[in-house]
């Protein structure tokens, strides 16, 4: 085992990588006018850091959600910052050709289709975000959430307290939710003690 100094640089070495990636995929979209926007970890790191960026969590997950219409010029805009496309497991990605290991990909989400044929609602439309950041397009607050709730594993509870905890979330978001997701929020907002 290295020392501390060491495992320090190589973890901040796999955070820049994460940054890196993110930032290369981001600007080859925009740079080919393909709509899209964050989702999943990266997106709740840029909502929570609007209101206390001490409170956010590392992740190496770079999720983006893209129309299915649009996978040629997306895939396209990959190409020309070396990543290719490959479908694993009926899920999208873009794979570092440099480094092709799925665990360090882009993973893509469909806008309006469901992730899983189980979920109850689809993913949100790619007219459901904002720029929180200039050039930095993320999906809404409460697309994000409705994400999180649906697919509800631990990851997805924990990034949902997250953002509870920095205020992002409160109680006036249950009307807005199916039953079942309203309910799974409740939860998470009792137990929050909010």
């Not at 964050?38 to 929570?48: I, K, N, R």
């Not at 309006?112 to 007219?127: C, F």
């Not at 607050?141 to 990851?155: A, E, F, N, Q, T």
Request: aromatic share 6%; glycine share 6%.
């Amino acid at each position: 085992m290295g020392t501390t100094t060491d495992l320090w640089k190589v973890y901040a070495m796999a955070i820049d990588d994460v940054t890196a990636r993110l930032g290369r995929i981001c600007a080859a979209l925009k740079e080919k006018s393909v709509p899209f926007a964050l989702v999943g970890g990266q997106a709740v790191a840029l909502w929570v850091t609007t209101r206390d960026p001490a409170a956010v969590r590392t992740t190496k997950d770079v999720d983006v959600l893209l129309q299915h219409r649009d996978l040629p010029r997306a895939r396209a805009a990959a190409l020309a910052v070396n990543m290719d496309y490959f479908e694993v497991m009926g899920v999208g990605m873009f794979l570092e050709r440099a480094d092709p290991n799925p665990r360090h990909a882009v993973h893509l989400v469909w806008a309006g289709e469901k992730v899983r044929p189980e979920y109850e609602l689809p993913s949100p439309q790619i007219d459901e975000r904002q720029e929180l950041s200039p050039g930095l397009p993320v999906v809404s607050l409460p697309g994000l959430v409705r994400m999180k709730l649906l697919s509800y594993r631990d990851r997805d509870r924990v990034h949902l307290t997250d953002m509870i905890e920095v205020g992002l979330i409160g109680r006036e978001m249950l009307p807005t939710l199916t039953p079942e997701l309203a309910k799974r929020l409740d939860s998470l907002l009792n137990e929050a003690g909010r």
